[in-house]
């Protein structure tokens, strides 16, 4: 049975915090004043769709005080967010560090102000994933988000972005695209092996790619996004061949 838009609506909003905003925190984990940002960012954009009420500020601390109440009492999306956003420091008696040395802690916050981004993120992606969960289950929230995503649109991938996957339409795009892909003239005429390769990120989520290896000169082996190639060659992108087949 096909998703209704609402559906969908709902899909592209957990991504966006899953895969574009929780992501890019994580990757930077190893660089704590743009992940120290980036994570008050996603504190502003998240609380918008699970509050009605008040400023932007009051929604951002009313979601910590709910999903991460041991960081409420500190105030931690007022010493995240504007004081970098605004002026790229931290508040008197506040600082951030990814530094190893500090894991054995065991503490996001240690007494003397120091912020351990590594374990703020894993608090964070856990304050996220019930959020979603709540998103998901509670019909009053979920009708307020979608009301607020048609006021403040989430991002969503361009076609020819790298799109990002469940398991099922991974299978479903190697079923369509491989075959195809073989058949393809240039791919006939050309001297080269390839191959549809995966890349698992968090939540069961995948990109795409496809890797091309030249049996002759340099035999160079390279990788291109399964968005990308396919515009290359012709065909129609895997978002439009997912909306247009669905189950």
């Known amino acids: 049975m ?21 992501a890019d925190i994580k990757y930077n984990k190893d660089r704590p004043i743009a ?19 008040g400023k932007s500020t009051d929604k951002a601390r009313l979601f910590v005080k709910k999903y991460m ?9 007022d010493i995240l967010r504007s004081p970098l956003v605004h002026n790229y420091s931290l508040p008197a008696g ?9 894991a054995g802690m065991g503490m996001a916050i240690l007494p ?14 856990v304050a996220v994933n019930q959020a979603i969960k709540d998103l998901k289950e509670d019909k009053e929230i979920r009708k307020h988000a979608l009301k607020w995503e048609k006021l403040h649109p989430v991002l969503k991938m361009n076609k020819t972005d790298m799109g990002v996957y469940s398991d099922d339409e991974i299978k479903r795009l190697e079923a369509y695209f491989i075959p195809k892909i073989q058949q393809h003239p240039i791919i006939k005429s050309e001297p080269l092996e390839w191959r549809m390769l995966t890349q698992e990120l968090s939540n069961k989520k995948f990109h795409a790619f496809i890797e091309i290896k ?13 968005e990308k190639f396919v515009q290359a060659i012709g065909m129609e992108s895997p978002v439009d061949y997912l909306e247009s087949n669905p189950l």
């Open 2 to 22: 096909a998703q209704n838009q609402d559906d969908k609506t709902i899909e592209y909003i957990t991504t966006t915090f899953q895969d574009f905003a929780l």
């Open 35 to 53: 992940a120290a940002l980036l994570s008050g960012c996603l504190l502003d954009q998240i609380s918008g769709f699970f509050f009605d009420k």
């Open 69 to 77: 109440p041991e960081y409420a009492n500190i105030g931690i999306y």
């Open 94 to 102: 506040y600082s951030v560090t990814s530094d190893s040395a500090l």
């Open 112 to 125: 003397n102000g120091i912020i351990y981004i590594p374990f703020f993120i894993q608090d964070l992606e």
């Open 214 to 226: 030249q049996l002759t000169g340099k035999k160079e082996i390279n990788q291109y996004s399964l």
